[in-house]
């Protein structure tokens, strides 16, 4: 079925009476190449829906469970997409474990890390997973060690592209999410920076590969972002329990491979 994504825009994202099988068509549009069909409208309104409280626990666990299963989708706007939709139903306080393992299996070895594609319009699959990663790290259930060593393993992941459209400061948000948990050790709190110190050992200072600039600015945006404290919902700033611990062993973790200190 097609809908009038326009008409149900312009009535202020009303619900038509057939909920189910807009939900279904708008899930399926959210696999187009077409980035106006998939972003401007099918996004927007499910979003929209998810945020206003308009799905019921069925069909958000539902459509989450459909959604974690597109992170193994052949097509990537559809992987990078379910993120998105995934973050919307988590911050509604629905999780699930196996959503977390779907995740964590796909962010990290993604390697189309494109931002912004001339005919597939965003993709973004560093920032939208990112999106996600925070959210899960600041659920109640979800586990912010482990979410923490997701954020390495994306910054260490092997990859000749530098990131360019923000992905770097999205994730830095999102690992001071995971940060701000007051249930953290300060063991917990920094050792989830070892992957990317072995990373920066021995690389050079001067035009380093694209994988340790991303890093690099990733672990720079964390740093500001802990010092200063994440903005969260609300406008509430919470701050980090080890704040300056964090703020030591990354400024050491950095100062491997950035040049202008001793």
């Known amino acids: 079925m097609t809908y009038d994504y326009e008409t149900i825009m312009n009535a202020g994202y009303a619900v038509p009476d057939d909920l189910p099988g807009a939900v279904a068509a708008m899930s399926a549009d959210l696999r187009s190449p077409d980035p106006g069909l998939r972003d401007g409208k099918a996004y927007a309104v499910l979003a929209t829906w998810i945020g206003r409280g308009v799905l019921d626990a069925p069909a958000m666990a539902a459509l989450g469970d459909e959604m974690a299963g597109r992170f193994a989708d052949p097509e990537i706007q559809a992987r990078t997409f379910a993120p998105l939709i995934l973050d919307c139903v988590v911050s509604q306080g629905v999780l699930r474990p196996e959503w977390t393992a779907a995740f964590a299996a796909w962010f990290a070895a993604e390697e189309d890390l494109r931002g912004k594609d001339p005919e597939l319009g965003w993709l973004h699959a560093v920032a939208h997973g990112a999106d996600l990663l925070g959210t899960i790290a600041g659920h109640p259930e979800g586990d912010p060690v482990a979410m923490l060593e997701l954020g390495a393993a994306r910054l260490v992941a092997p990859t000749e592209f530098v990131w360019r459209d923000m992905e770097d400061e999205r ?84 100062g491997v491979v950035w040049p202008f200190t001793g």
Request: avoid cysteine; hydrophobic fraction near 50%; glycine fraction near 8%.
């Open 171 to 254: 994730l830095s948000l999102a690992l001071t999410r995971a940060l701000v948990r007051p249930e953290l050790s300060e063991a917990q709190a920094t050792a989830w920076l070892a992957p990317v110190a072995a990373l920066f050992a021995g690389r050079e200072r001067i035009r380093p590969m694209p994988v340790v600039s991303n890093a690099m600015r990733t672990l720079r945006g964390v740093y500001v972002t802990v010092d200063r404290g994440p903005m969260g919902a609300g406008g509430e700033v919470p701050r980090v329990p080890h704040r300056a611990v964090v703020l030591d062993a990354l400024a050491d973790t950095m």
